[in-house]
T-cell receptor, first 113, second 114 residues
Framework: AQKITQTQPGMFVQEKEAVTLDCTYD???????LFWYKQPSSGEMIFLIY??????QNATEGRYSLNFQKARKSANLVISASQLGDSAMYFC??????????FGQGTRLTINP | EPEVTQTPSHQVTQMGQEVILRCVPI?????FYWYRQILGQKVEFLVS????????KSEIFDDQFSVERPDGSNFTLKIRSTKLEDSAMYFC????????????FGPGTRLLVL
């Protein structure tokens, strides 16, 4: 069974618009962490934002925010005021139990000028 | 800003050869990881390492793989007898703890097995 599901294989957004990338997860562990990473065409994995399962407030990091809906098991990434440099693959990941991260299939985001 | 570094950036090897991929984690981090990403696919966990021993490993991490922290700074992944299907990007990552902290990834080593 898929632990992390990203249903949008690709998204196209106009520059300066906000964009929401969807992520749903599946776990029975009450303690878990959710992460978003950006992978540009150069290949590196860049950490963007983290949300813990016990965190009361949604995480924010600059233009990135995480819309955490625990009952729905969703952890959507919101990028405000998108820029051309935001074009990349975006991966949602979950730390469950011990240390390993389980990744989704990713969403390829393209920002159009 | 401190970062995880990996060498080499690219490696081409013949099937059956041994390869060693090297990583220097962020200096105050205690947990180290290897992940791989086959071209066009999602990132997969291989192994985590803490206090000089493996703390968790995946089914992928079989007897042909090993990890080592030979000194105070380097963290290595050895593949003893490479197979064609080992061709992938290999990422090293590190974190301060394993709970509420992110894992920071290195730039990756792209391994091609011919």
């Amino acid at each position: 069974a898929q632990k992390i599901t990203q249903t949008q294989p690709g998204m196209f957004v106009q520059e300066k618009e906000a964009v929401t990338l969807d992520c749903t997860y599946d776990t029975s562990d009450p303690s878990y962490g959710l992460f978003w990473y950006k992978q540009p065409s150069s290949g590196e994995m860049i950490f963007l934002i983290y949300q813990g399962s016990y965190d009361q407030q949604n995480a924010t990091e600059g233009r990135y925010s995480l819309n955490f809906q625990k009952a729905r098991k969703s952890a959507n990434l919101v990028i405000s005021a998108s820029q051309l440099g935001d074009s990349a693959m975006y991966f949602c990941a979950m730390r469950e139990g011990k240390q390993k991260l389980v990744f989704g299939q990713g969403t390829r985001l393209t920002i159009n000028p | 800003e401190p970062e995880v570094t990996q060498t080499p950036s690219h490696q081409v090897t013949q099937m059956g050869q041994e390869v060693i991929l090297r990583c220097v984690p962020i200096s105050n981090h205690l947990y180290f990881y290897w992940y791989r990403q086959i071209l066009g696919q999602k990132v997969e966990f291989l192994v985590s390492f803490y206090n000089n021993e493996i703390s968790e490993k995946s089914e992928i991490f079989d007897d042909q793989f090993s990890v080592e922290r030979p000194d105070g700074s380097n963290f290595t992944l050895k593949i003893r007898s490479t197979k064609l299907e080992d061709s992938a990007m290999y990422f090293c990552a590190s974190s301060v703890t394993f709970k509420a902290t992110p894992q920071y990834f290195g730039p990756g080593t792209r391994l091609l097995v011919l």
